[in-house]
Nanobody
């Protein structure tokens, strides 16, 4: 079993910042890609950012220049630094892990609310 535990969500004003963390534990064969997805009410889950084990990153156009994804391979942890937050960033953010056998795993989600 693989567990992904997210933390760092909360309520923030527009223009503010938050940092999400996701720690993976359990029977991890080998981690390939880690990433963050989000789902707003009434919308489909969408990709926010991913990072490979070699450090290559990919971002949704809507967050480029504002969000930064990073990972600590020794700790099996991925981070998402979110700056200049907008109301449209409000969503449940989910951590995702793809292992070397291309099996996907998901965290339970953490709520991010951007509101004044």
């Amino acid at each position: 079993q693989v567990q992904l535990v997210e933390s760092g969500g909360g309520l923030v004003q527009p223009g503010g910042s938050l940092r999400l963390s996701c720690a993976a534990s359990g029977s991890i064969f080998s981690i390939n890609t880690m990433g963050w997805y989000r789902q707003a009410p009434g919308k489909q889950r969408e990709l926010v950012a991913t990072i490979t084990k070699r450090g290559s990153t990919n971002y949704a156009d809507s967050v480029k220049g504002r969000f930064t994804i990073s990972r600590d391979n020794a700790k099996n942890t991925v981070y998402l630094e979110m700056n200049s937050l907008k109301s449209e960033d409000t969503a449940v953010y989910y951590c995702n892990l793809i292992d070397s056998l291309y099996r996907p795993y998901w965290g339970q989600g953490t709520q991010v609310t951007v509101s004044s």
